[in-house]
């Protein structure tokens, strides 16, 4: 009989094996066997927990999907106002932490999205993950904007945040996370600014010589 808490400490350590071998050696070379050479246990232990190598990519994605949202949970609870502006660049930011951007997360996000094209289980959660996104910052722009407006600004910063996001996953080179978040955060402003555009037009206008 397992002993008593070792069952998270199980999965926690075959998420992290399966982690490191995609950054090895990838996703196709990634063999059951491999992971539990890593990670030091007999294959069957990765049966027993996870059924597959499905199952166990599934519960490394949900790993990191949880890393995500205490990411961005951290980052909007530290924040010193609650302005959309401020709360959409922590959800910005989130999606470029550590967490998200460190060479194992890449590798396995990207043979992920790969993965998910071809097994319902894992389209499902990436499904989830995208709508959490979009909600997200939905939710945010619809304090500011109209909801058509909203709508059509939270799917372009979704897909911006992952356009930048694959562009330094796949360039070869250093991830330029700064500049990245830069891009995100100048075409949040753009959108914030149409907002702010008609409340100006409707400031009366001062004549010229006229008293302030």
């Not at 490394?60 to 609650?82: I, K, N, P, V, Y």
């Not at 389209?123 to 945010?140: A, E, F, K, M, V």
Request: charged share 20%; proline share 4%; glycine share 8%.
């Amino acid at each position: 009989m397992p002993k008593v808490g070792m069952q998270p400490i199980r999965r926690s350590q075959l998420i992290a094996a399966t982690l490191q071998a995609i950054d090895q050696v990838g996703m196709g070379e990634a063999s059951i066997a491999y992971i539990a050479r890593l990670a030091g246990v007999s294959n069957g232990i990765i049966s027993h927990y996870f059924q597959d190598k499905n199952g166990l990519l599934a519960a490394t994605m949900r790993h990191l999907m949880q890393a995500l949202s205490q990411a961005s949970r951290a980052r909007r609870a530290a924040l010193g106002e609650d302005s959309p502006r401020t709360q959409l660049r922590a959800i910005i930011d989130s999606n470029f932490d550590d967490s998200q951007v460190n060479g194992p997360a890449m590798k396995t996000w990207l043979a992920f999205w790969a993965a998910s094209m071809h097994h319902p289980s894992l389209r499902r959660l990436q499904r989830i993950n995208d709508h959490r996104l979009y909600s997200n910052l939905c939710g945010q722009f619809l304090r500011a904007l109209p909801q058509q407006q909203a709508r059509s600004a939270a799917r372009g910063l979704a897909a911006l945040i992952d356009g930048l996001w694959l562009r330094g996953a796949l360039s070869g080179e250093a991830f330029d996370i700064q500049q990245a978040v830069q891009i995100a955060y100048d075409y949040l402003d753009l959108q914030l600014a149409k907002a702010e555009g008609p409340a100006r037009a409707e400031r009366p206008r001062r004549l010229s010589g006229s008293p302030l």
